[in-house]
């Protein structure tokens, strides 16, 4: 088998294991083990040293997978409070140019030439 093939049977491998949205933590943290322990040892099978790392480090991977999707939806409430605050000045800055008294009051005409 060439590398490629090799590569492309562990990217399939991973695609397959992260169909569960669940394991997608585990299964990042067994492919990257897996290539980098490739690349000390050139001899290691690939498939079943990945499906080995992936029960070994599950644990460990669905944990980190966790913490990044509490920061990321932190991250992506931040920006939305943002927005929200942001919205929030610019229509406090209208309301300072808009009294809604001045919109009730009509204008008052004065005739000119009734003083004629």
């Known amino acids: 088998m060439t590398l490629l093939t090799r590569y492309t049977a562990l990217n399939v491998l991973f695609v397959i294991t992260c169909i569960p949205v669940v394991t997608i933590g585990p ?46 939806a932190l991250i992506i409430f931040g920006f939305a409070w943002i927005a929200y605050a942001k919205s929030l000045v610019l229509l406090r800055a209208f309301d300072k140019f808009s009294d809604p008294n001045k919109a009730q009051e009509q204008p008052t005409y004065v005739n000119s030439s009734a003083s004629l």
């Open 27 to 72: 299964a990042l943290t067994a492919l990257y083990s897996t290539v980098f322990a490739y690349n000390d040892h050139e001899d290691i099978n690939l498939h079943r040293e990945y499906l080995k790392r992936f029960k070994r480090e599950f644990l460990p991977g669905l944990l980190s997978s966790i913490i990044f999707l509490v920061l990321a």
